[in-house]
Nanobody, 125 residues
Framework: VQLQASGGGLVQAGDSLRLSCAAS????????VGWFRQAPGKEREFVGC????????IYADSVKGRFTVSKDNAKNLVYLQMDNLRPEDTAVYYC???????????????????WGQGTLVTVSS
């Protein structure tokens, strides 16, 4: 599976931004895709994910109610819609995929076998 994340940029607090993750090599019906982020000097953290079945996405508490993960199976694209952005959301955002991940591991970076390059999101105050 190859993943390509895009859509990052510089925005102001309160703005919205949508990231995209283009998947190739497997259809989205066969893989679970997660979004993670890593701020300078911090560990990579879980943001949200959508299971291959499309069942209700799950989110980190820090983004719940502001971020939405969705996918377009026909285009093989996964989206991360980010609303009401805050300076603390500044980070490099990554998409990752797994065909075999179990539910209890959805929030764990090492459980994902495939990673795209990151896209930088900077939120100014």
């Amino acid at each position: 599976v190859q993943l390509q994340a895009s859509g990052g940029g510089l925005v102001q607090a309160g703005d919205s931004l949508r990231l995209s993750c283009a998947a190739s090599g497997r259809t989205l019906r066969a893989i679970t895709v997660g979004w993670f982020r890593q701020a300078p000097g911090k560990e990579r953290e879980f943001v949200g994910c959508i299971h291959r079945t499309g069942y209700t996405p799950i989110y980190a508490d820090s983004v719940k109610g502001r971020f939405t993960v969705s996918k377009d199976n026909a285009k093989n694209l996964v989206y991360l819609q980010m609303d009401n952005l805050r300076p603390e959301d500044t980070a490099v955002y990554y998409c990752a995929a797994s065909a075999t991940i179990i539910y209890s591991s959805l929030r764990i970076p090492s459980a994902y076998a495939h990673w795209g390059q990151g896209t930088l999101v900077t939120v100014s105050s």
